[in-house]
């Protein structure tokens, strides 16, 4: 039963590099979300999607891209990485397209920008 | 938009003894209101929520939030601390999305 998967789970990178944070979920979930979670910050919503082919923005979308081609993927690119990316990333997903329900989370990605 | 505010960021309690963390809220709507848990170098996950039935919400591992609109407060309580209740809390309030607060750190001591 896996779940919500993030891959990878470390990543260092020099800054101006670009990457991709993969999300992938079982469970046939509509809604899928990305988060970044910072000392003293909490969790802080980066970009979401209710389905496929359907994203939007949340607290903090800049210098992050996203796409939904799939119900199952929910991938996050850092097109050029800075410092004020390191982080650690939580992808996580919703039976439910309100988000009223409860919400499944990866086990995380930490990034590392240098 | 809708926000929490999580009085503390650090609580410490002894085993056996009142676990008490504080949220307030904030939100233009009725709010459904969430308490995860993370545990080290894991993700978040779902201890209780509230979604508009009773008032006092029950979830695992012993613990309860009561839901108070005149306070807009929705507080995480437990009678008795157990040692494997050490972790970091997190209230959430959901609108359209979930935002979160800062979070809670409760140490337990033996």
């Known amino acids: 039963n896996a779940g919500v998967t993030q891959t990878p789970k470390f990543q260092v990178l020099k800054t101006g ?3 991709t944070l993969q999300c992938a979920q079982d469970m046939n979930h509509e809604y899928m979300s990305w988060y970044r979670q910072d000392p003293g910050m909490g969790l802080r919503l980066i970009h979401y999607s209710v389905g ?20 199952e993927d929910f991938p996050l690119r850092l097109l050029s990485a800075a410092p004020s990316q390191t982080s650690v990333y939580f992808c996580a997903s919703s039976y439910s397209q309100s988000n009223t329900g409860e919400l499944f989370f990866g086990e995380g990605s930490r990034l590392t920008v240098l | 938009a809708q926000s929490v505010t999580q009085l503390g960021s650090h609580v410490s309690v002894s085993e056996g003894a009142l676990v ?24 978040l996950q779902l201890l209780l929520k509230y979604t508009s039935a009773a008032t006092l919400v029950k979830g ?13 407060s929705f507080h995480l309580t437990k009678p008795s601390a ?27 001591k033996p």
């Open chain 1, 52 to 71: 496929a082919g359907i994203t939007d923005q949340g607290e903090v979308p800049n210098g992050y891209n996203v796409s939904r081609s799939t119900t």
């Open chain 2, 82 to 108: 157990h040692m494997s209740d050490a972790a970091e809390y997190f209230c959430a309030v959901s609108e359209n999305d979930m935002r979160f607060g800062a979070g809670t750190r409760l140490t337990v």
């Open chain 1, 17 to 19: 590099q670009s990457m």
């Open chain 2, 20 to 43: 008490l963390l504080r949220c307030n809220y904030s939100s233009s709507v009725p709010p459904y209101l969430f308490w995860y848990v993370q545990y080290p170098n894991q993700g």
């Open chain 2, 60 to 72: 695992i591992n012993g613990f309860e939030a009561e839901f108070k609109k005149s306070e807009t």
